[in-house]
């Protein structure tokens, strides 16, 4: 990190320098020509002794001091640094060079003592409010806290495989295209420049590099070769300071920067270009981009080369050092067209080592922008025409000390804790806390988040899990996956099911209850940071198994016509066959029992004909509606208390003759007649088959509508046995009434097809998996099912127990004596085929 030190303090040499004198006679000269050749371990060696020289200078006492401070700052010596600033704090030596708040505000901010660097900044911006670059560092103290205590998801730990207990910096890829070497700058022992960095004490920088063997085991950062010289002819490594490499896509072209070490002379770094020829390197060529007397460094280059970014101190900054780019049109031609980045990049303190991502994504470091203290990595991307405003990579890929050098892989690598691959992954450079020397190339790793999704299913009615319920997620990308609900009602999908930036469809199916709102729900991943379990219950209604009431849908007496104020009445039944295709109703119209000049029949035959063509010019499939008119056959019977034109009727009270002549009032009366006109539906089954574009229409014609005059199901007689149709788990089937059979029987292939599309499950069986035969799955001859309902006509039966019969061809027979047992006795019509029940 020397080089980092000589670029971050050397555009402030000429503020140290104003006004003093290198005369040979003064005791800190020699001093003084040292540190202004960047060789601070004997800098501050000799004004340590030149101090105790110039007891009765105090001017010249405290420059020495501050001169040492600085020595001791550039070469990463912070402890003994800040113990000279906090000394000349003493002696007030900020009026002359208020310069000493900013140092121990940074030195603080590398301590993590946000609070101190602070109110070192704030005196700072007292004496100079005008410098641009204290707004940044009071604003970092005051977010760093923030950042640190809320971390991004990245991971980073120490690369130890390539570091040493001297510097280490600035990963690059030696083969692009291929991303199995790695090239780093080192100062560590064995480089090729021979003796001692006078500047940090270390020795000179060189390039190195490791390969990644081909390995079946993929990880990251996987097993790398031990570091060696990348050079060791004196061509790329040569007696200077070598660093912070950039190659073109197939490794044969190197960019890479070089630092004169001349004794007792300022130098300047350079950028050069060099070729591969064969297994060794050409001549390098110095890329001419500038003055002479200026610093270009940290090249990196556009994977068409036709692109070099680079740190420059020359005319035109905005601050220290910016970044610049320049550009040809050929490989062969030289680069021209300089340009600085601009103000979103460059900052009025210092940006360096850029890194390119796929040629539009720029990484950089600054001390300018606002950051955790020292350099922090940033990025900004190339869109219209100009680089955007910069973005903190925060913590921890940055942190208090010294980030830079920042390195993406893109090889494809399974993260082993989620099972997918890293989100990204890569290596930077940092001098922070926990390494092995005093930079150190570090990796880091984003890890895809987890997200899971999980719920229970209850009944609104009872309050109980719903077991067998299909809950079925479908993602805004179009995945979809479902899932069954066990015994609790639980249900979940994994983090194979639920992925980031998706949002989810959920919906619940399970014979007997409806698909409405209430089955239905939605959640996201979009956006979130963190990894989640995301929690979502249903609360699902069944479908009744007995009429329902619609809300009041009023007729004037003896009048059929709808009112638009009713027709709102008709929208939740529309809404439930909406969201439920596969029901099938049937609409009942009731009257009351006063005579009208039409009968009671035909009244109720055309209210329920006004209710059916309002839900068919709704787009309702005419052949999902069966509308019934019962005239005044069938009195009300109240399922709850109900007030009614002031007047309270209580639960179970049947509306029939002789209750309403009971009651005293006529008001009272005519509030029971009103509850007894009313239109309702019930549920028949849902098995129905959906037809494509069904197109509303108003066509009376449509609108089929019987009369019941008695309470009869249609039947058919084959060979003096009666066939009629039932509904099984709300599944239409065919039944047949036989004598002398006991109780109900399915045959084994009815119950095979209902056991394979889970109509009904292992576990109604008695015998649960002991009634299913383990090698092939199928049904044991005479095994006992129970379905959730049975339904003849209108009378549903519940809980109902079926032997399955392997022999059997009709789907299901009831025994005679059964069948009147249950439903009640009965007359056969074979005439007009009718099964009429005798009630």
């Known amino acids: 990190m020397e080089l980092v030190r000589k670029w971050s303090y050397i555009c402030v040499l000429a503020l140290m320098f104003n006004g003093v004198s290198f005369a040979q006679k003064s005791p800190a000269a020699e001093a003084d020509k040292t540190f202004s050749t960047f060789q601070y371990k004997i800098a501050a060696d000799l004004y340590k002794k030149a101090y105790g020289k110039v007891k009765r200078n105090p001017v010249e006492r405290r420059r020495i001091m501050f001169r040492m401070a600085e020595s001791y700052s550039m070469m990463g010596d912070l402890k003994r640094a800040e113990q000279q600033y906090l000394r000349l704090e003493k002696v007030n030596y900020q009026k002359d060079n208020p310069l000493i708040f900013i140092r121990l505000g940074d030195i603080y901010r590398v301590k993590k003592d946000y609070p101190t660097a602070l109110a070192y900044y704030e005196k700072y911006k007292q004496v100079r409010p005008d410098d641009p670059r204290i707004d940044a560092r009071i604003e970092a103290s005051k977010l760093a806290p923030q950042w640190v205590n809320n971390p991004t998801r990245h991971e980073v730990e120490n690369m130890k495989k390539f570091n040493t207990p001297q510097s280490d910096w600035s990963p690059t890829w030696g083969v692009p295209s291929k991303e199995n070497q790695i090239v780093f700058t080192s100062s560590r022992e064995g480089s090729v420049g021979k003796g001692e960095d006078l500047w940090s004490g270390q020795s000179f920088s060189d390039l190195y590099v490791s390969n990644k063997p081909k390995s079946k085991l993929v990880d990251f950062p996987g097993d790398w070769t031990t570091p060696v010289v990348l050079d060791n002819e004196?061509?790329?490594?040569?007696?200077?300071?070598?660093?912070?490499?950039?190659?073109?896509?197939?490794?044969?072209?190197?960019?890479?920067?070089?630092?004169?070490?001349?004794?007792?002379?300022?130098?300047?770094?350079?950028?050069?270009?060099?070729?591969?020829?064969?297994?060794?390197?050409?001549?390098?060529?110095?890329?001419?981009?500038?003055?002479?007397?200026?610093?270009?460094?940290?090249?990196?280059?556009?994977?068409?080369?036709?692109?070099?970014?680079?740190?420059?101190?020359?005319?035109?900054?905005?601050?220290?050092?910016?970044?610049?780019?320049?550009?040809?049109?050929?490989?062969?031609?030289?680069?021209?067209?300089?340009?600085?980045?601009?103000?979103?990049?460059?900052?009025?303190?210092?940006?360096?080592?850029?890194?390119?991502?796929?040629?539009?994504?720029?990484?950089?470091?600054?001390?300018?922008?606002?950051?955790?203290?020292?350099?922090?990595?940033?990025?900004?991307?190339?869109?219209?025409?100009?680089?955007?405003?910069?973005?903190?990579?925060?913590?921890?890929?940055?942190?208090?000390?010294?980030?830079?050098?920042?390195?993406?892989?893109?090889?494809?690598?399974?993260d082993p804790v989620s099972g997918f691959p890293f989100i990204e992954k890569g290596y930077f450079t940092s001098n922070r806390v926990g390494g092995r020397g005093m930079d150190d190339i570090w990796t880091f790793k984003l890890r895809p988040l987890m997200f899971t999704l999980s719920g229970f299913v209850r009944d609104s009615v009872t309050r109980q899990f719903v077991d067998g319920a299909t809950v079925t997620i479908t993602a805004s990308d179009g995945t979809s996956y479902k899932t069954t609900t066990d015994i609790r009602g639980h249900y979940s999908f994994d983090k194979t099911k639920v992925l980031g930036e998706l949002t989810y469809e959920i919906s619940v199916q399970k014979n007997g209850y409806y698909e409405n709102d209430n089955a239905r729900g939605r959640e996201t991943t979009v956006g979130l940071t963190e990894n989640k379990d995301l929690k979502r219950d249903f609360i699902i209604d069944p479908i009744p198994k007995d009429p329902v009431v619609l809300p009041d849908i009023l007729f004037d007496l003896a009048k059929w016509d709808l009112k638009p104020q009713y027709e709102d009445s008709l929208r939740g039944l529309l809404k439930i066959m909406e969201d439920n295709p596969t029901l099938v109703i049937e609409l009942r119209a009731h009257t009351d029992i006063r005579p009208i000049p039409m009968t009671n029949d035909t009244l109720s035959q055309r209210r329920a004909e006004s209710s059916i063509l309002f839900l068919i010019a709704s787009g309702i499939d005419p052949d999902r509606l069966v509308a019934k008119g019962y005239g005044e056959r069938v009195p009300r019977k109240l399922d709850r208390d109900i007030v009614s034109r002031g007047y309270t009727f209580k639960q179970g009270t049947v509306l029939d003759v002789d209750f309403i002549n009971s009651l005293k009032s006529r008001n009272e009366q005519e509030a029971a007649h009103d509850l007894n006109r009313r239109t309702e539906f019930l549920i028949l089954r849902d098995d129905y088959v959906p037809k494509e574009n069904v197109e509303p229409v108003y066509d009376p014609s449509l609108a089929h509508i019987s009369i019941v005059s008695q309470i009869f199901i249609p039947i058919e007689i084959q060979d003096n046995s009666v066939y009629g149709t039932c509904y099984v788990n709300s599944k239409t089937l065919q039944f047949k009434i036989e004598q002398g059979v006991e109780k109900f029987t399915i045959s084994y292939d009815q119950a095979m097809r209902f056991l394979k599309d889970a109509i009904i499950k292992v576990g109604d069986f008695e015998l649960k998996e002991k009634a299913i035969v383990p090698e092939d799955g199928t049904i044991i001859d005479k095994s006992v099912v129970y379905f959730n309902t049975f339904q003849v006509g209108d009378e549903v039966m519940e809980n109902v127990a079926m032997t399955v019969v392997k022999d059997q061809k009709d789907p299901i027979i009831i025994g005679g004596k059964t069948f009147e047992e249950e439903f009640g006795s009965y007359t056969i019509n074979k005439e007009e085929g009718k099964l009429i029940f005798n009630k």
């Open 234 to 414: 004196g061509i790329v490594n040569t007696d200077a300071n070598e660093g912070e490499a950039s190659f073109n896509p197939k490794g044969t072209t190197l960019y890479f920067t070089r630092c004169p070490n001349e004794k007792k002379l300022v130098s300047y770094c350079k950028i050069y270009q060099i070729t591969r020829k064969g297994k060794s390197w050409g001549e390098a060529e110095l890329i001419i981009l500038g003055p002479d007397s200026f610093d270009y460094v940290h090249p990196t280059i556009s994977s068409d080369e036709l692109t070099l970014y680079f740190s420059s101190d020359m005319p035109g900054t905005n601050g220290g050092y910016d970044i610049w780019s320049v550009s040809r049109d050929k490989k062969s031609k030289p680069f021209g067209n300089l340009t600085n980045l601009g103000k979103n990049v460059n900052s009025r303190d210092h940006e360096m080592f850029p890194a390119l991502e796929n040629d539009t994504t720029l990484y950089f470091s600054s001390k300018g922008h606002v950051g955790l203290g020292g350099y922090d990595i940033f990025k900004s991307q190339y869109l219209n025409g100009e680089w955007t405003a910069v973005e903190n990579l925060k913590y921890p890929i940055n942190s208090e000390a010294d980030d830079y050098g920042i390195l993406f892989d893109h090889t494809l690598v399974m």
